[in-house]
């Protein structure tokens, strides 16, 4: 009788250990989500039903597209994983995505491996990430007819060569697809970059800093190399939508600055300006 009694009450515990799941994967998962769209005024697009395990570990698993018109965001067929074994480790999680848009730019093939440091139970506190993939830039005919006209004139002028590669590294990332590879740590409304390398025909960047999501505010530095040899040191500093630029060669040729709206003049093909400059330093 006390062994029926027994088996009854662990049959019992294990019953509602997996009605207690069986909420949290039918109710809280689908309100979190929900929860999401609200805050950041997105639209999710489960793909299929999101998949919770509890054997052998806890893990969730999802797949979806999201698209936030405002800001002009896209994000094609993402896979997120998160997991945590029971040894106490820290969750882990794996974030795939073929096609990411933002504005003009666009990643492919993006794969994040990460850990969630910190984390309470309604916000992530601290993340570790490892992002790579390809980036590119969606331009029209019209900005790539720009963009290939001013580095044509650019290459034309009586200017220190520096300014040509300048030129030349411009027109190679925004035509044509890089590769990069980097870390990167969210904690406390900061994005620190601890590296960010790209790839583009002879040109590498390296590049560090941080951007503090609060204040939208970008410090960040890079060094432009051809092979091993550096040629450019470049810093960007102020309000994301619009820091200002500095950069020095290391043939001392070049020390200027402007900022990023300047590039967007250039796209729009509006010249005068840029070639006021130049040809101050021709």
Do not use: W
Request: contains cysteine; charged residues 25%.
């Amino acid at each position: 009788m006390i062994k029926k009694i027994l088996l009854l009450f662990i049959a019992l515990i294990v019953c509602v250990f997996f009605f207690i799941f069986y909420l949290i994967d039918k109710i809280y998962v689908n309100k979190y989500i929900k929860n999401l769209e609200e805050n950041l005024n997105v639209n999710i697009s489960l793909k299929e039903p999101h998949q919770l395990t509890i054997v052998p570990n806890l893990s969730l698993l999802v797949k979806f597209d999201l698209e936030k018109n405002n800001n002009k965001l896209f994000l094609e067929d993402v896979e997120l994983n998160i997991k945590r074994d029971y040894n106490l480790k820290k969750p882990i999680f794996n974030f795939n995505s073929t096609n990411i848009k933002v504005d003009k730019l666009k990643l492919d093939n993006l794969s994040i491996s990460g850990e969630i440091n910190e984390y309470s139970f309604n916000n992530l506190l601290k993340l570790t990430l490892f992002p790579e993939g390809y980036l590119s830039f969606t331009l029209n005919n019209e900005d790539k007819q720009s963009l290939q006209f001013v580095n044509i004139i650019i290459k034309k002028l009586n200017i220190p060569k520096a300014y040509k590669q300048l030129s030349n590294l411009i027109f190679n990332y925004l035509n044509d697809k890089s590769f990069f590879t980097s870390k990167i740590i969210y904690e406390d409304e900061y994005i620190y970059i601890d590296y960010f390398e790209a790839f583009n025909n002879e040109y590498t960047i390296v590049l560090a800093g941080k951007y503090n999501l609060e204040n939208e505010f970008v410090d960040v530095q890079a060094i432009v190399k051809i092979e091993k040899n550096k040629i450019f040191k470049i810093n960007a500093l102020g309000n994301i939508d619009n820091p200002e630029i500095k950069v020095f060669s290391y043939d001392k040729s070049i020390n200027m600055k402007f900022n990023i709206n300047d590039i967007n003049q250039v796209l729009s093909g509006n010249f005068e300006e840029i070639y006021q400059n130049l040809l101050l330093n021709e």
